[in-house]
């Protein structure tokens, strides 16, 4: 019986350029490469789906990166058509496909509508170009708008555009200007992250070398966290996850399976997947994936009850809805309350988490040092 | 063995500065003796523990028995005792020197003389010893042996025409070395027949052996089966076997008899009662009077020691035991601190012995420690006319009870060369230094002595005279006694809460800059935390310093999707684990090595 629910991640490990900040497993290669890849996902899909296919209903679909918007689209829809042959699809099943600016086409772009894709995810990170620069993005802003607009006139109307606070030299006015301008598009979702400087980045390295970067100071950087949330409160955005903002109805049911601990299928390099409480990571070589998909490398962690539980709070509390007593109690047998009562009655008291009686979650001074909390959930 | 005659026994000793060659020419002077084929030799025989190796000085006395065939066509028997080579451990190097005739005194060809080596040459002076100077080092380019022997001559008052000039790294002119060991310094004395009389310089526990006693026999013999008695601490036991020091071996002899060095092992269970400078005599056959010299030792510094991890308290006071089984100058007992919890507050010979039994303890019994400040024994007289010896400086009575306070004192000489006896000078008066005079060797070099608090210089005092110098400076003092001054009680308060084990006495006059400085490096060591945390020092009840340690504003993941998952968990569990290894102090986690603080407040 296809009941259970089922997200599937493809992962597209190729891109462009780097940028300086980005520690996803994503490198450019050429087109012969990246067709072979996309061969080579629809292979480890046939293989592996008769496997997990009959008890799951697939309702949502993600391609992420890396940019899979600059792989030939024909060959990315073989992938989507490999999904539809052998997974149980929902009728109102969300497809996204992850998108730079300056890498789409309305050709591009009608294809995907075509086969379903319901969904566009446009990194444009800023409106202002010296900030992109500063960012080694490939385009400008006016390559976004472009995009946009061809996307809007293909009849995409579900559209997340991804921005960036804190980055080097941005200034909280510049800040809300980007907010602004991405609100005046009306996009149904917002992702707005705060830059965070990852090890193994160029960006990283140039921290550590002691070059000045300007990075905002950390005041700064909470004001434009926090004007984030107001600002787009004007105009119906909801804040549901730390880093998320949408209009009613469009938060990005895809990504809401990870903070809920939803089953998901990955495929391709690098691609996490989560089926019965078991984790597997597929090893980060694309030639090697390439070369035999169907027996690709991968590593399994097994999760105990714990691990679980752990899992369910950390993951959890970073929806702005928080932590449900009742789903836990469902989910583990187990009242939430015995198992975390002291850290949430510690951190309820400190005033960074507050109770509602049903619900567990962050306030806004909580999420600010969410990760120093967050530790103490783990068993 | 057969009878052993006297006039061929020499028993030695080795002194030196630090770095000017000591071990290394132990190691070469049992080559040469052909004891050992070079293939097994390790560097530095002596010094066989590996913290000694790392640190490259002896901590505990070693001894070794080689046979030399001098060019008399003649065997003679060494017995080499090396002593150890620093001023925690002056009483041991005055056991063992007066277990010896005779001492070869070790001087860099580049450096000449150093404090340490006025320090020791001296004590060997003092203790009738023959001693021979050896020019080392002559193969640097910087090398001026010529100065050198001079130096010898006018510092020192010993000849230093004939010393032989060597290299003990590269194997040069040893044998001069050996043929001056026979020939300068005297054999030893002593009646066979007489009552057994021997000193102990060393002792160790073996697991399976007990104790095993290092030991000079002075007169008489002594031979298994012989009851013997230590006169000091009363203990008495049945010899099982007495021999001799091969290079890492025991090699069992049939006796010991006088100008013999050797060891004893009787089933003794403790090293307490095997106290080094003890005499051993025949219980049967008593001697009239002990040998001279014999001293309780005393802990100079004291700090508390905790587990990390509460419940480790037993494997830490297990290998407390086992330790002191080894070495009778530990001192622990039990302790609580409010702070801390359950642990000990440990007695040291000095800094250097803290700092090696806290490094057996984390290494060899994989114990995670927090040590608090160290602090040497005050004596403090209460109104009521009684003395209290204070160790911890949180046990300190109230204010009113208290007539006045004494704290130890040392002699101190420092040598250094000329350009920087003001620099020198300047840093003695900011540790509260008393003048006792200079006197120049030959026109570069000064000698300057002071009388300082021990706990002014227990602690970075070496560091400051190293930096302040240049490296130049060199430095050794002794225990004077104890001399009154002005102290008092400084505590720390972190969030308001006053941390026990923060606490330390400090000399009025410096109680507010020590206090300001504590409070900055403590804000340094403890982390952002999720609220503001107050760092206050406080003399009783009047706060004198103030920092703030300012809340955590920001520590957030932005992202976190499907493929994020395993790497942010483990993210998370790395800071829970840092969490883990600070000290829950009210609502505050201080940072284990926060309560070291005090020691690091650098001058300069």
């Known amino acids: ?33 990246m067709n072979k890849y996309l061969e080579a996902l629809c292979m480890q899909i046939n293989s592996k789906a008769p496997g997990i296919a009959a008890e799951y209903e697939v309702d949502s679909i993600f391609f992420g990166g890396g940019t899979p918007s600059i792989t030939d689209a024909a060959g990315l829809m073989n992938v989507l058509d490999a999904i539809y042959n052998n997974f149980n699809l929902s009728d109102d099943c969300e497809i996204t496909i992850e998108c730079n600016p300056g890498t789409t086409d309305e050709e591009k772009l009608a294809i995907y509508k075509e086969k379903g894709v319901s969904r566009l995810s446009f990194g444009l990170q800023s409106v202002n170009d010296d900030e992109l620069k500063m960012l080694g993005r490939i385009h400008s802003f006016e390559d976004f708008m472009a995009s946009y607009e061809a996307a809007a006139k293909t009849g995409f109307d579900n559209i997340n555009i991804d921005i960036m606070s804190g980055i080097p030299g941005q200034t909280p006015a510049a800040w809300r200007k980007t907010l602004r301008t991405v609100m005046m598009l009306r996009p149904a979702h917002i992702s707005a992250y705060s830059l965070i400087i990852e090890d193994g980045t160029p960006l990283s390295d140039m921290y550590k070398s002691g070059r000045k970067l300007y990075l905002p100071s950390e005041d700064d950087e909470r004001e434009m966290y926090h004007d984030t949330a107001s600002i787009l409160a004007e105009s119906g955005y909801g804040h549901y996850e730390i880093s998320n903002y949408s209009l009613a109805g469009r938060e990005c049911r895809h990504n809401v399976k990870y903070w809920t601990r939803g089953e998901y299928a990955g495929f391709g390099a690098g691609a996490s997947s989560m089926i019965k409480n078991v984790r597997y990571n597929t090893a980060k070589n694309t030639p090697a994936f390439i070369y035999d998909p169907v027996h690709a490398e991968y590593e399994t962690e097994e999760l105990t009850v714990n691990d679980c539980m752990s899992e369910f709070m950390f993951l959890g509390l970073r929806m702005m809805r928080g932590v449900n007593r009742d789903r836990f109690r469902v989910t583990f047998g187990r009242q939430m309350d015995n198992v975390f009562g002291n850290v949430i009655s510690k951190y309820v008291s400190t005033g960074h988490l507050a109770d509602d009686g049903d619900n567990i979650f962050f306030t806004d001074k909580g999420i600010d040092v969410s990760n120093y909390i967050l530790a103490d959930f783990l068993l | 063995m057969s009878h052993i005659d006297q006039s061929k026994v020499r028993n030695f000793c080795i002194i030196a500065h630090i770095d000017h060659g000591k071990s290394t020419l132990a190691d070469r002077i049992i080559e040469k003796t052909g004891t050992l084929t070079s293939r097994e030799m390790q560097d530095q025989i002596l010094d066989n523990m590996d913290l000694e190796r790392e640190r490259g000085i002896t901590i505990k006395a070693q001894t070794v028995r080689i046979v030399y065939k001098a060019k008399d066509g003649e065997e003679y028997i060494f017995n080499l005792i090396d002593t150890p080579g620093h001023v925690d451990f002056n009483y041991e ?25 006025l320090a020791n040459v001296y ?28 130096e010898i001559e006018d510092v020192i008052g010993i000849e230093a025409e004939d010393a032989p000039l060597i290299s003990a790294k590269n ?39 007990g104790v095993i006693v290092f030991c000079r026999i002075k007169e ?70 002990p040998l001279p010299g014999y001293k309780k030792v005393n802990p100079m510094v004291f700090c508390g020691l905790y587990p990390a991890d509460g419940a480790h308290y037993e494997d830490l006071k297990d290998a407390l035991e086992k330790l002191q089984l080894n070495d009778a100058s530990l001192f622990y007992e039990p302790e609580t601190s409010v702070a801390l919890g359950f642990g000990f507050r440990c007695g040291f010979l000095g800094l250097l012995h803290l700092e090696i039994i806290q490094e057996r303890l984390e290494r060899e019994y994989n114990l995670d420690l927090v040590t608090t400040a160290p602090s040497v024994v005050y004596k ?17 009575p109230d204010p009113s009870e208290i007539d006045y306070m004494e704290e ?36 570069t070099r000064a000698l300057i002595k002071y009388v300082l608090p021990l706990n002014e210089i227990i602690y970075d005092f070496f560091d400051a005279l190293k930096s302040r110098s240049r490296g130049y400076a060199s430095f050794d003092y002794q225990m004077k006694g104890y001399k009154q001054s002005k102290l008092c009680k400084l505590d720390i308060l972190v969030n308001k809460e006053e941390v026990d084990a923060l606490s330390f006495i400090v000399f009025e006059e410096s109680a507010y800059e020590r ?19 107050p760092i206050q020092a406080a003399i009783g009840s009047k706060i004198i310093a103030r920092e703030t340690v300012k809340a955590l504003r920001k520590d957030v993941l932005a992202k976190c999707y499907g493929g994020d998952i395993s790497r942010k968990k483990k993210l998370l569990e790395k800071q829970k684990e840092g969490k883990k290894r600070m000290r829950q102090v009210g609502n505050v986690e201080i940072p284990q090595k926060a309560f070291m603080s005090v020691l690091k407040l650098d001058d300069e």
């Open chain 2, 380 to 396: 403090v007289h209460k109104t009521d006319g009684s003395v209290i010896d204070l160790t911890n400086p949180s046990n300190l």
């Open chain 2, 220 to 289: 008489g013999t002594v031979r298994k089966g012989t009851r013997i008695r230590m006169m000091a601490t009363g203990a008495e036991a049945d010899v099982v076997e007495v021999g001799y020091f091969g290079a890492g071996q025991f090699i069992a002899c049939d006796e010991l008899s006088a100008g013999l060095v050797g060891y004893i092992m009787a089933s003794i269970k403790n090293v307490k009662d095997t106290r080094v400078g003890d005499t051993i005599t025949d219980a049967m056959n008593p001697c009239a009077e």
């Open chain 1, 1 to 33: 019986m296809a009941n259970k629910k089922l997200g599937i991640y493809i992962h597209i490990p190729f891109c462009k350029s780097k940028c300086i900040y980005c520690d996803f497993f994503s490198a450019p290669a050429d087109g012969h490469t």
């Open chain 2, 171 to 209: 194997g040069i002119n040893i044998e001069d070395v050996l043929e001056a060991i026979v020939h300068k310094l005297p054999a030893p004395k002593g009646d066979p027949e007489a009552p057994l009389s021997a000193l102990i310089f060393d002792s160790i526990y073996d697991s399976y052996k």
């Open chain 2, 515 to 533: 206090g300001r400085k504590m409070c900055e490096k403590l804000k340094e060591e403890i982390p952002r935390q999720l609220f503001e945390i």
């Open chain 2, 408 to 443: 130890p004192v040392v002699d101190a000489e420092i040598m250094v060369t000329s350009e920087y006896v003001g620099a020198i000078m300047k840093l003695c008066q900011e540790r509260r230094g008393e003048y006792m005079g200079m006197e120049y060797i030959e026109g």
């Open chain 2, 123 to 150: 004590m060997a002076i003092d203790h009738n010893l023959e001693v021979f100077p050896v020019i080392n080092k002559i193969d640097l380019p910087s090398a001026e042996p010529e100065r050198v022997k001079e």
């Open chain 2, 93 to 117: 190097v005055s056991r063992s020197l007066a277990a010896c005739e005779g001492a070869v005194l070790v001087v860099d060809a580049a450096q000449g003389i150093e404090a340490q080596t």
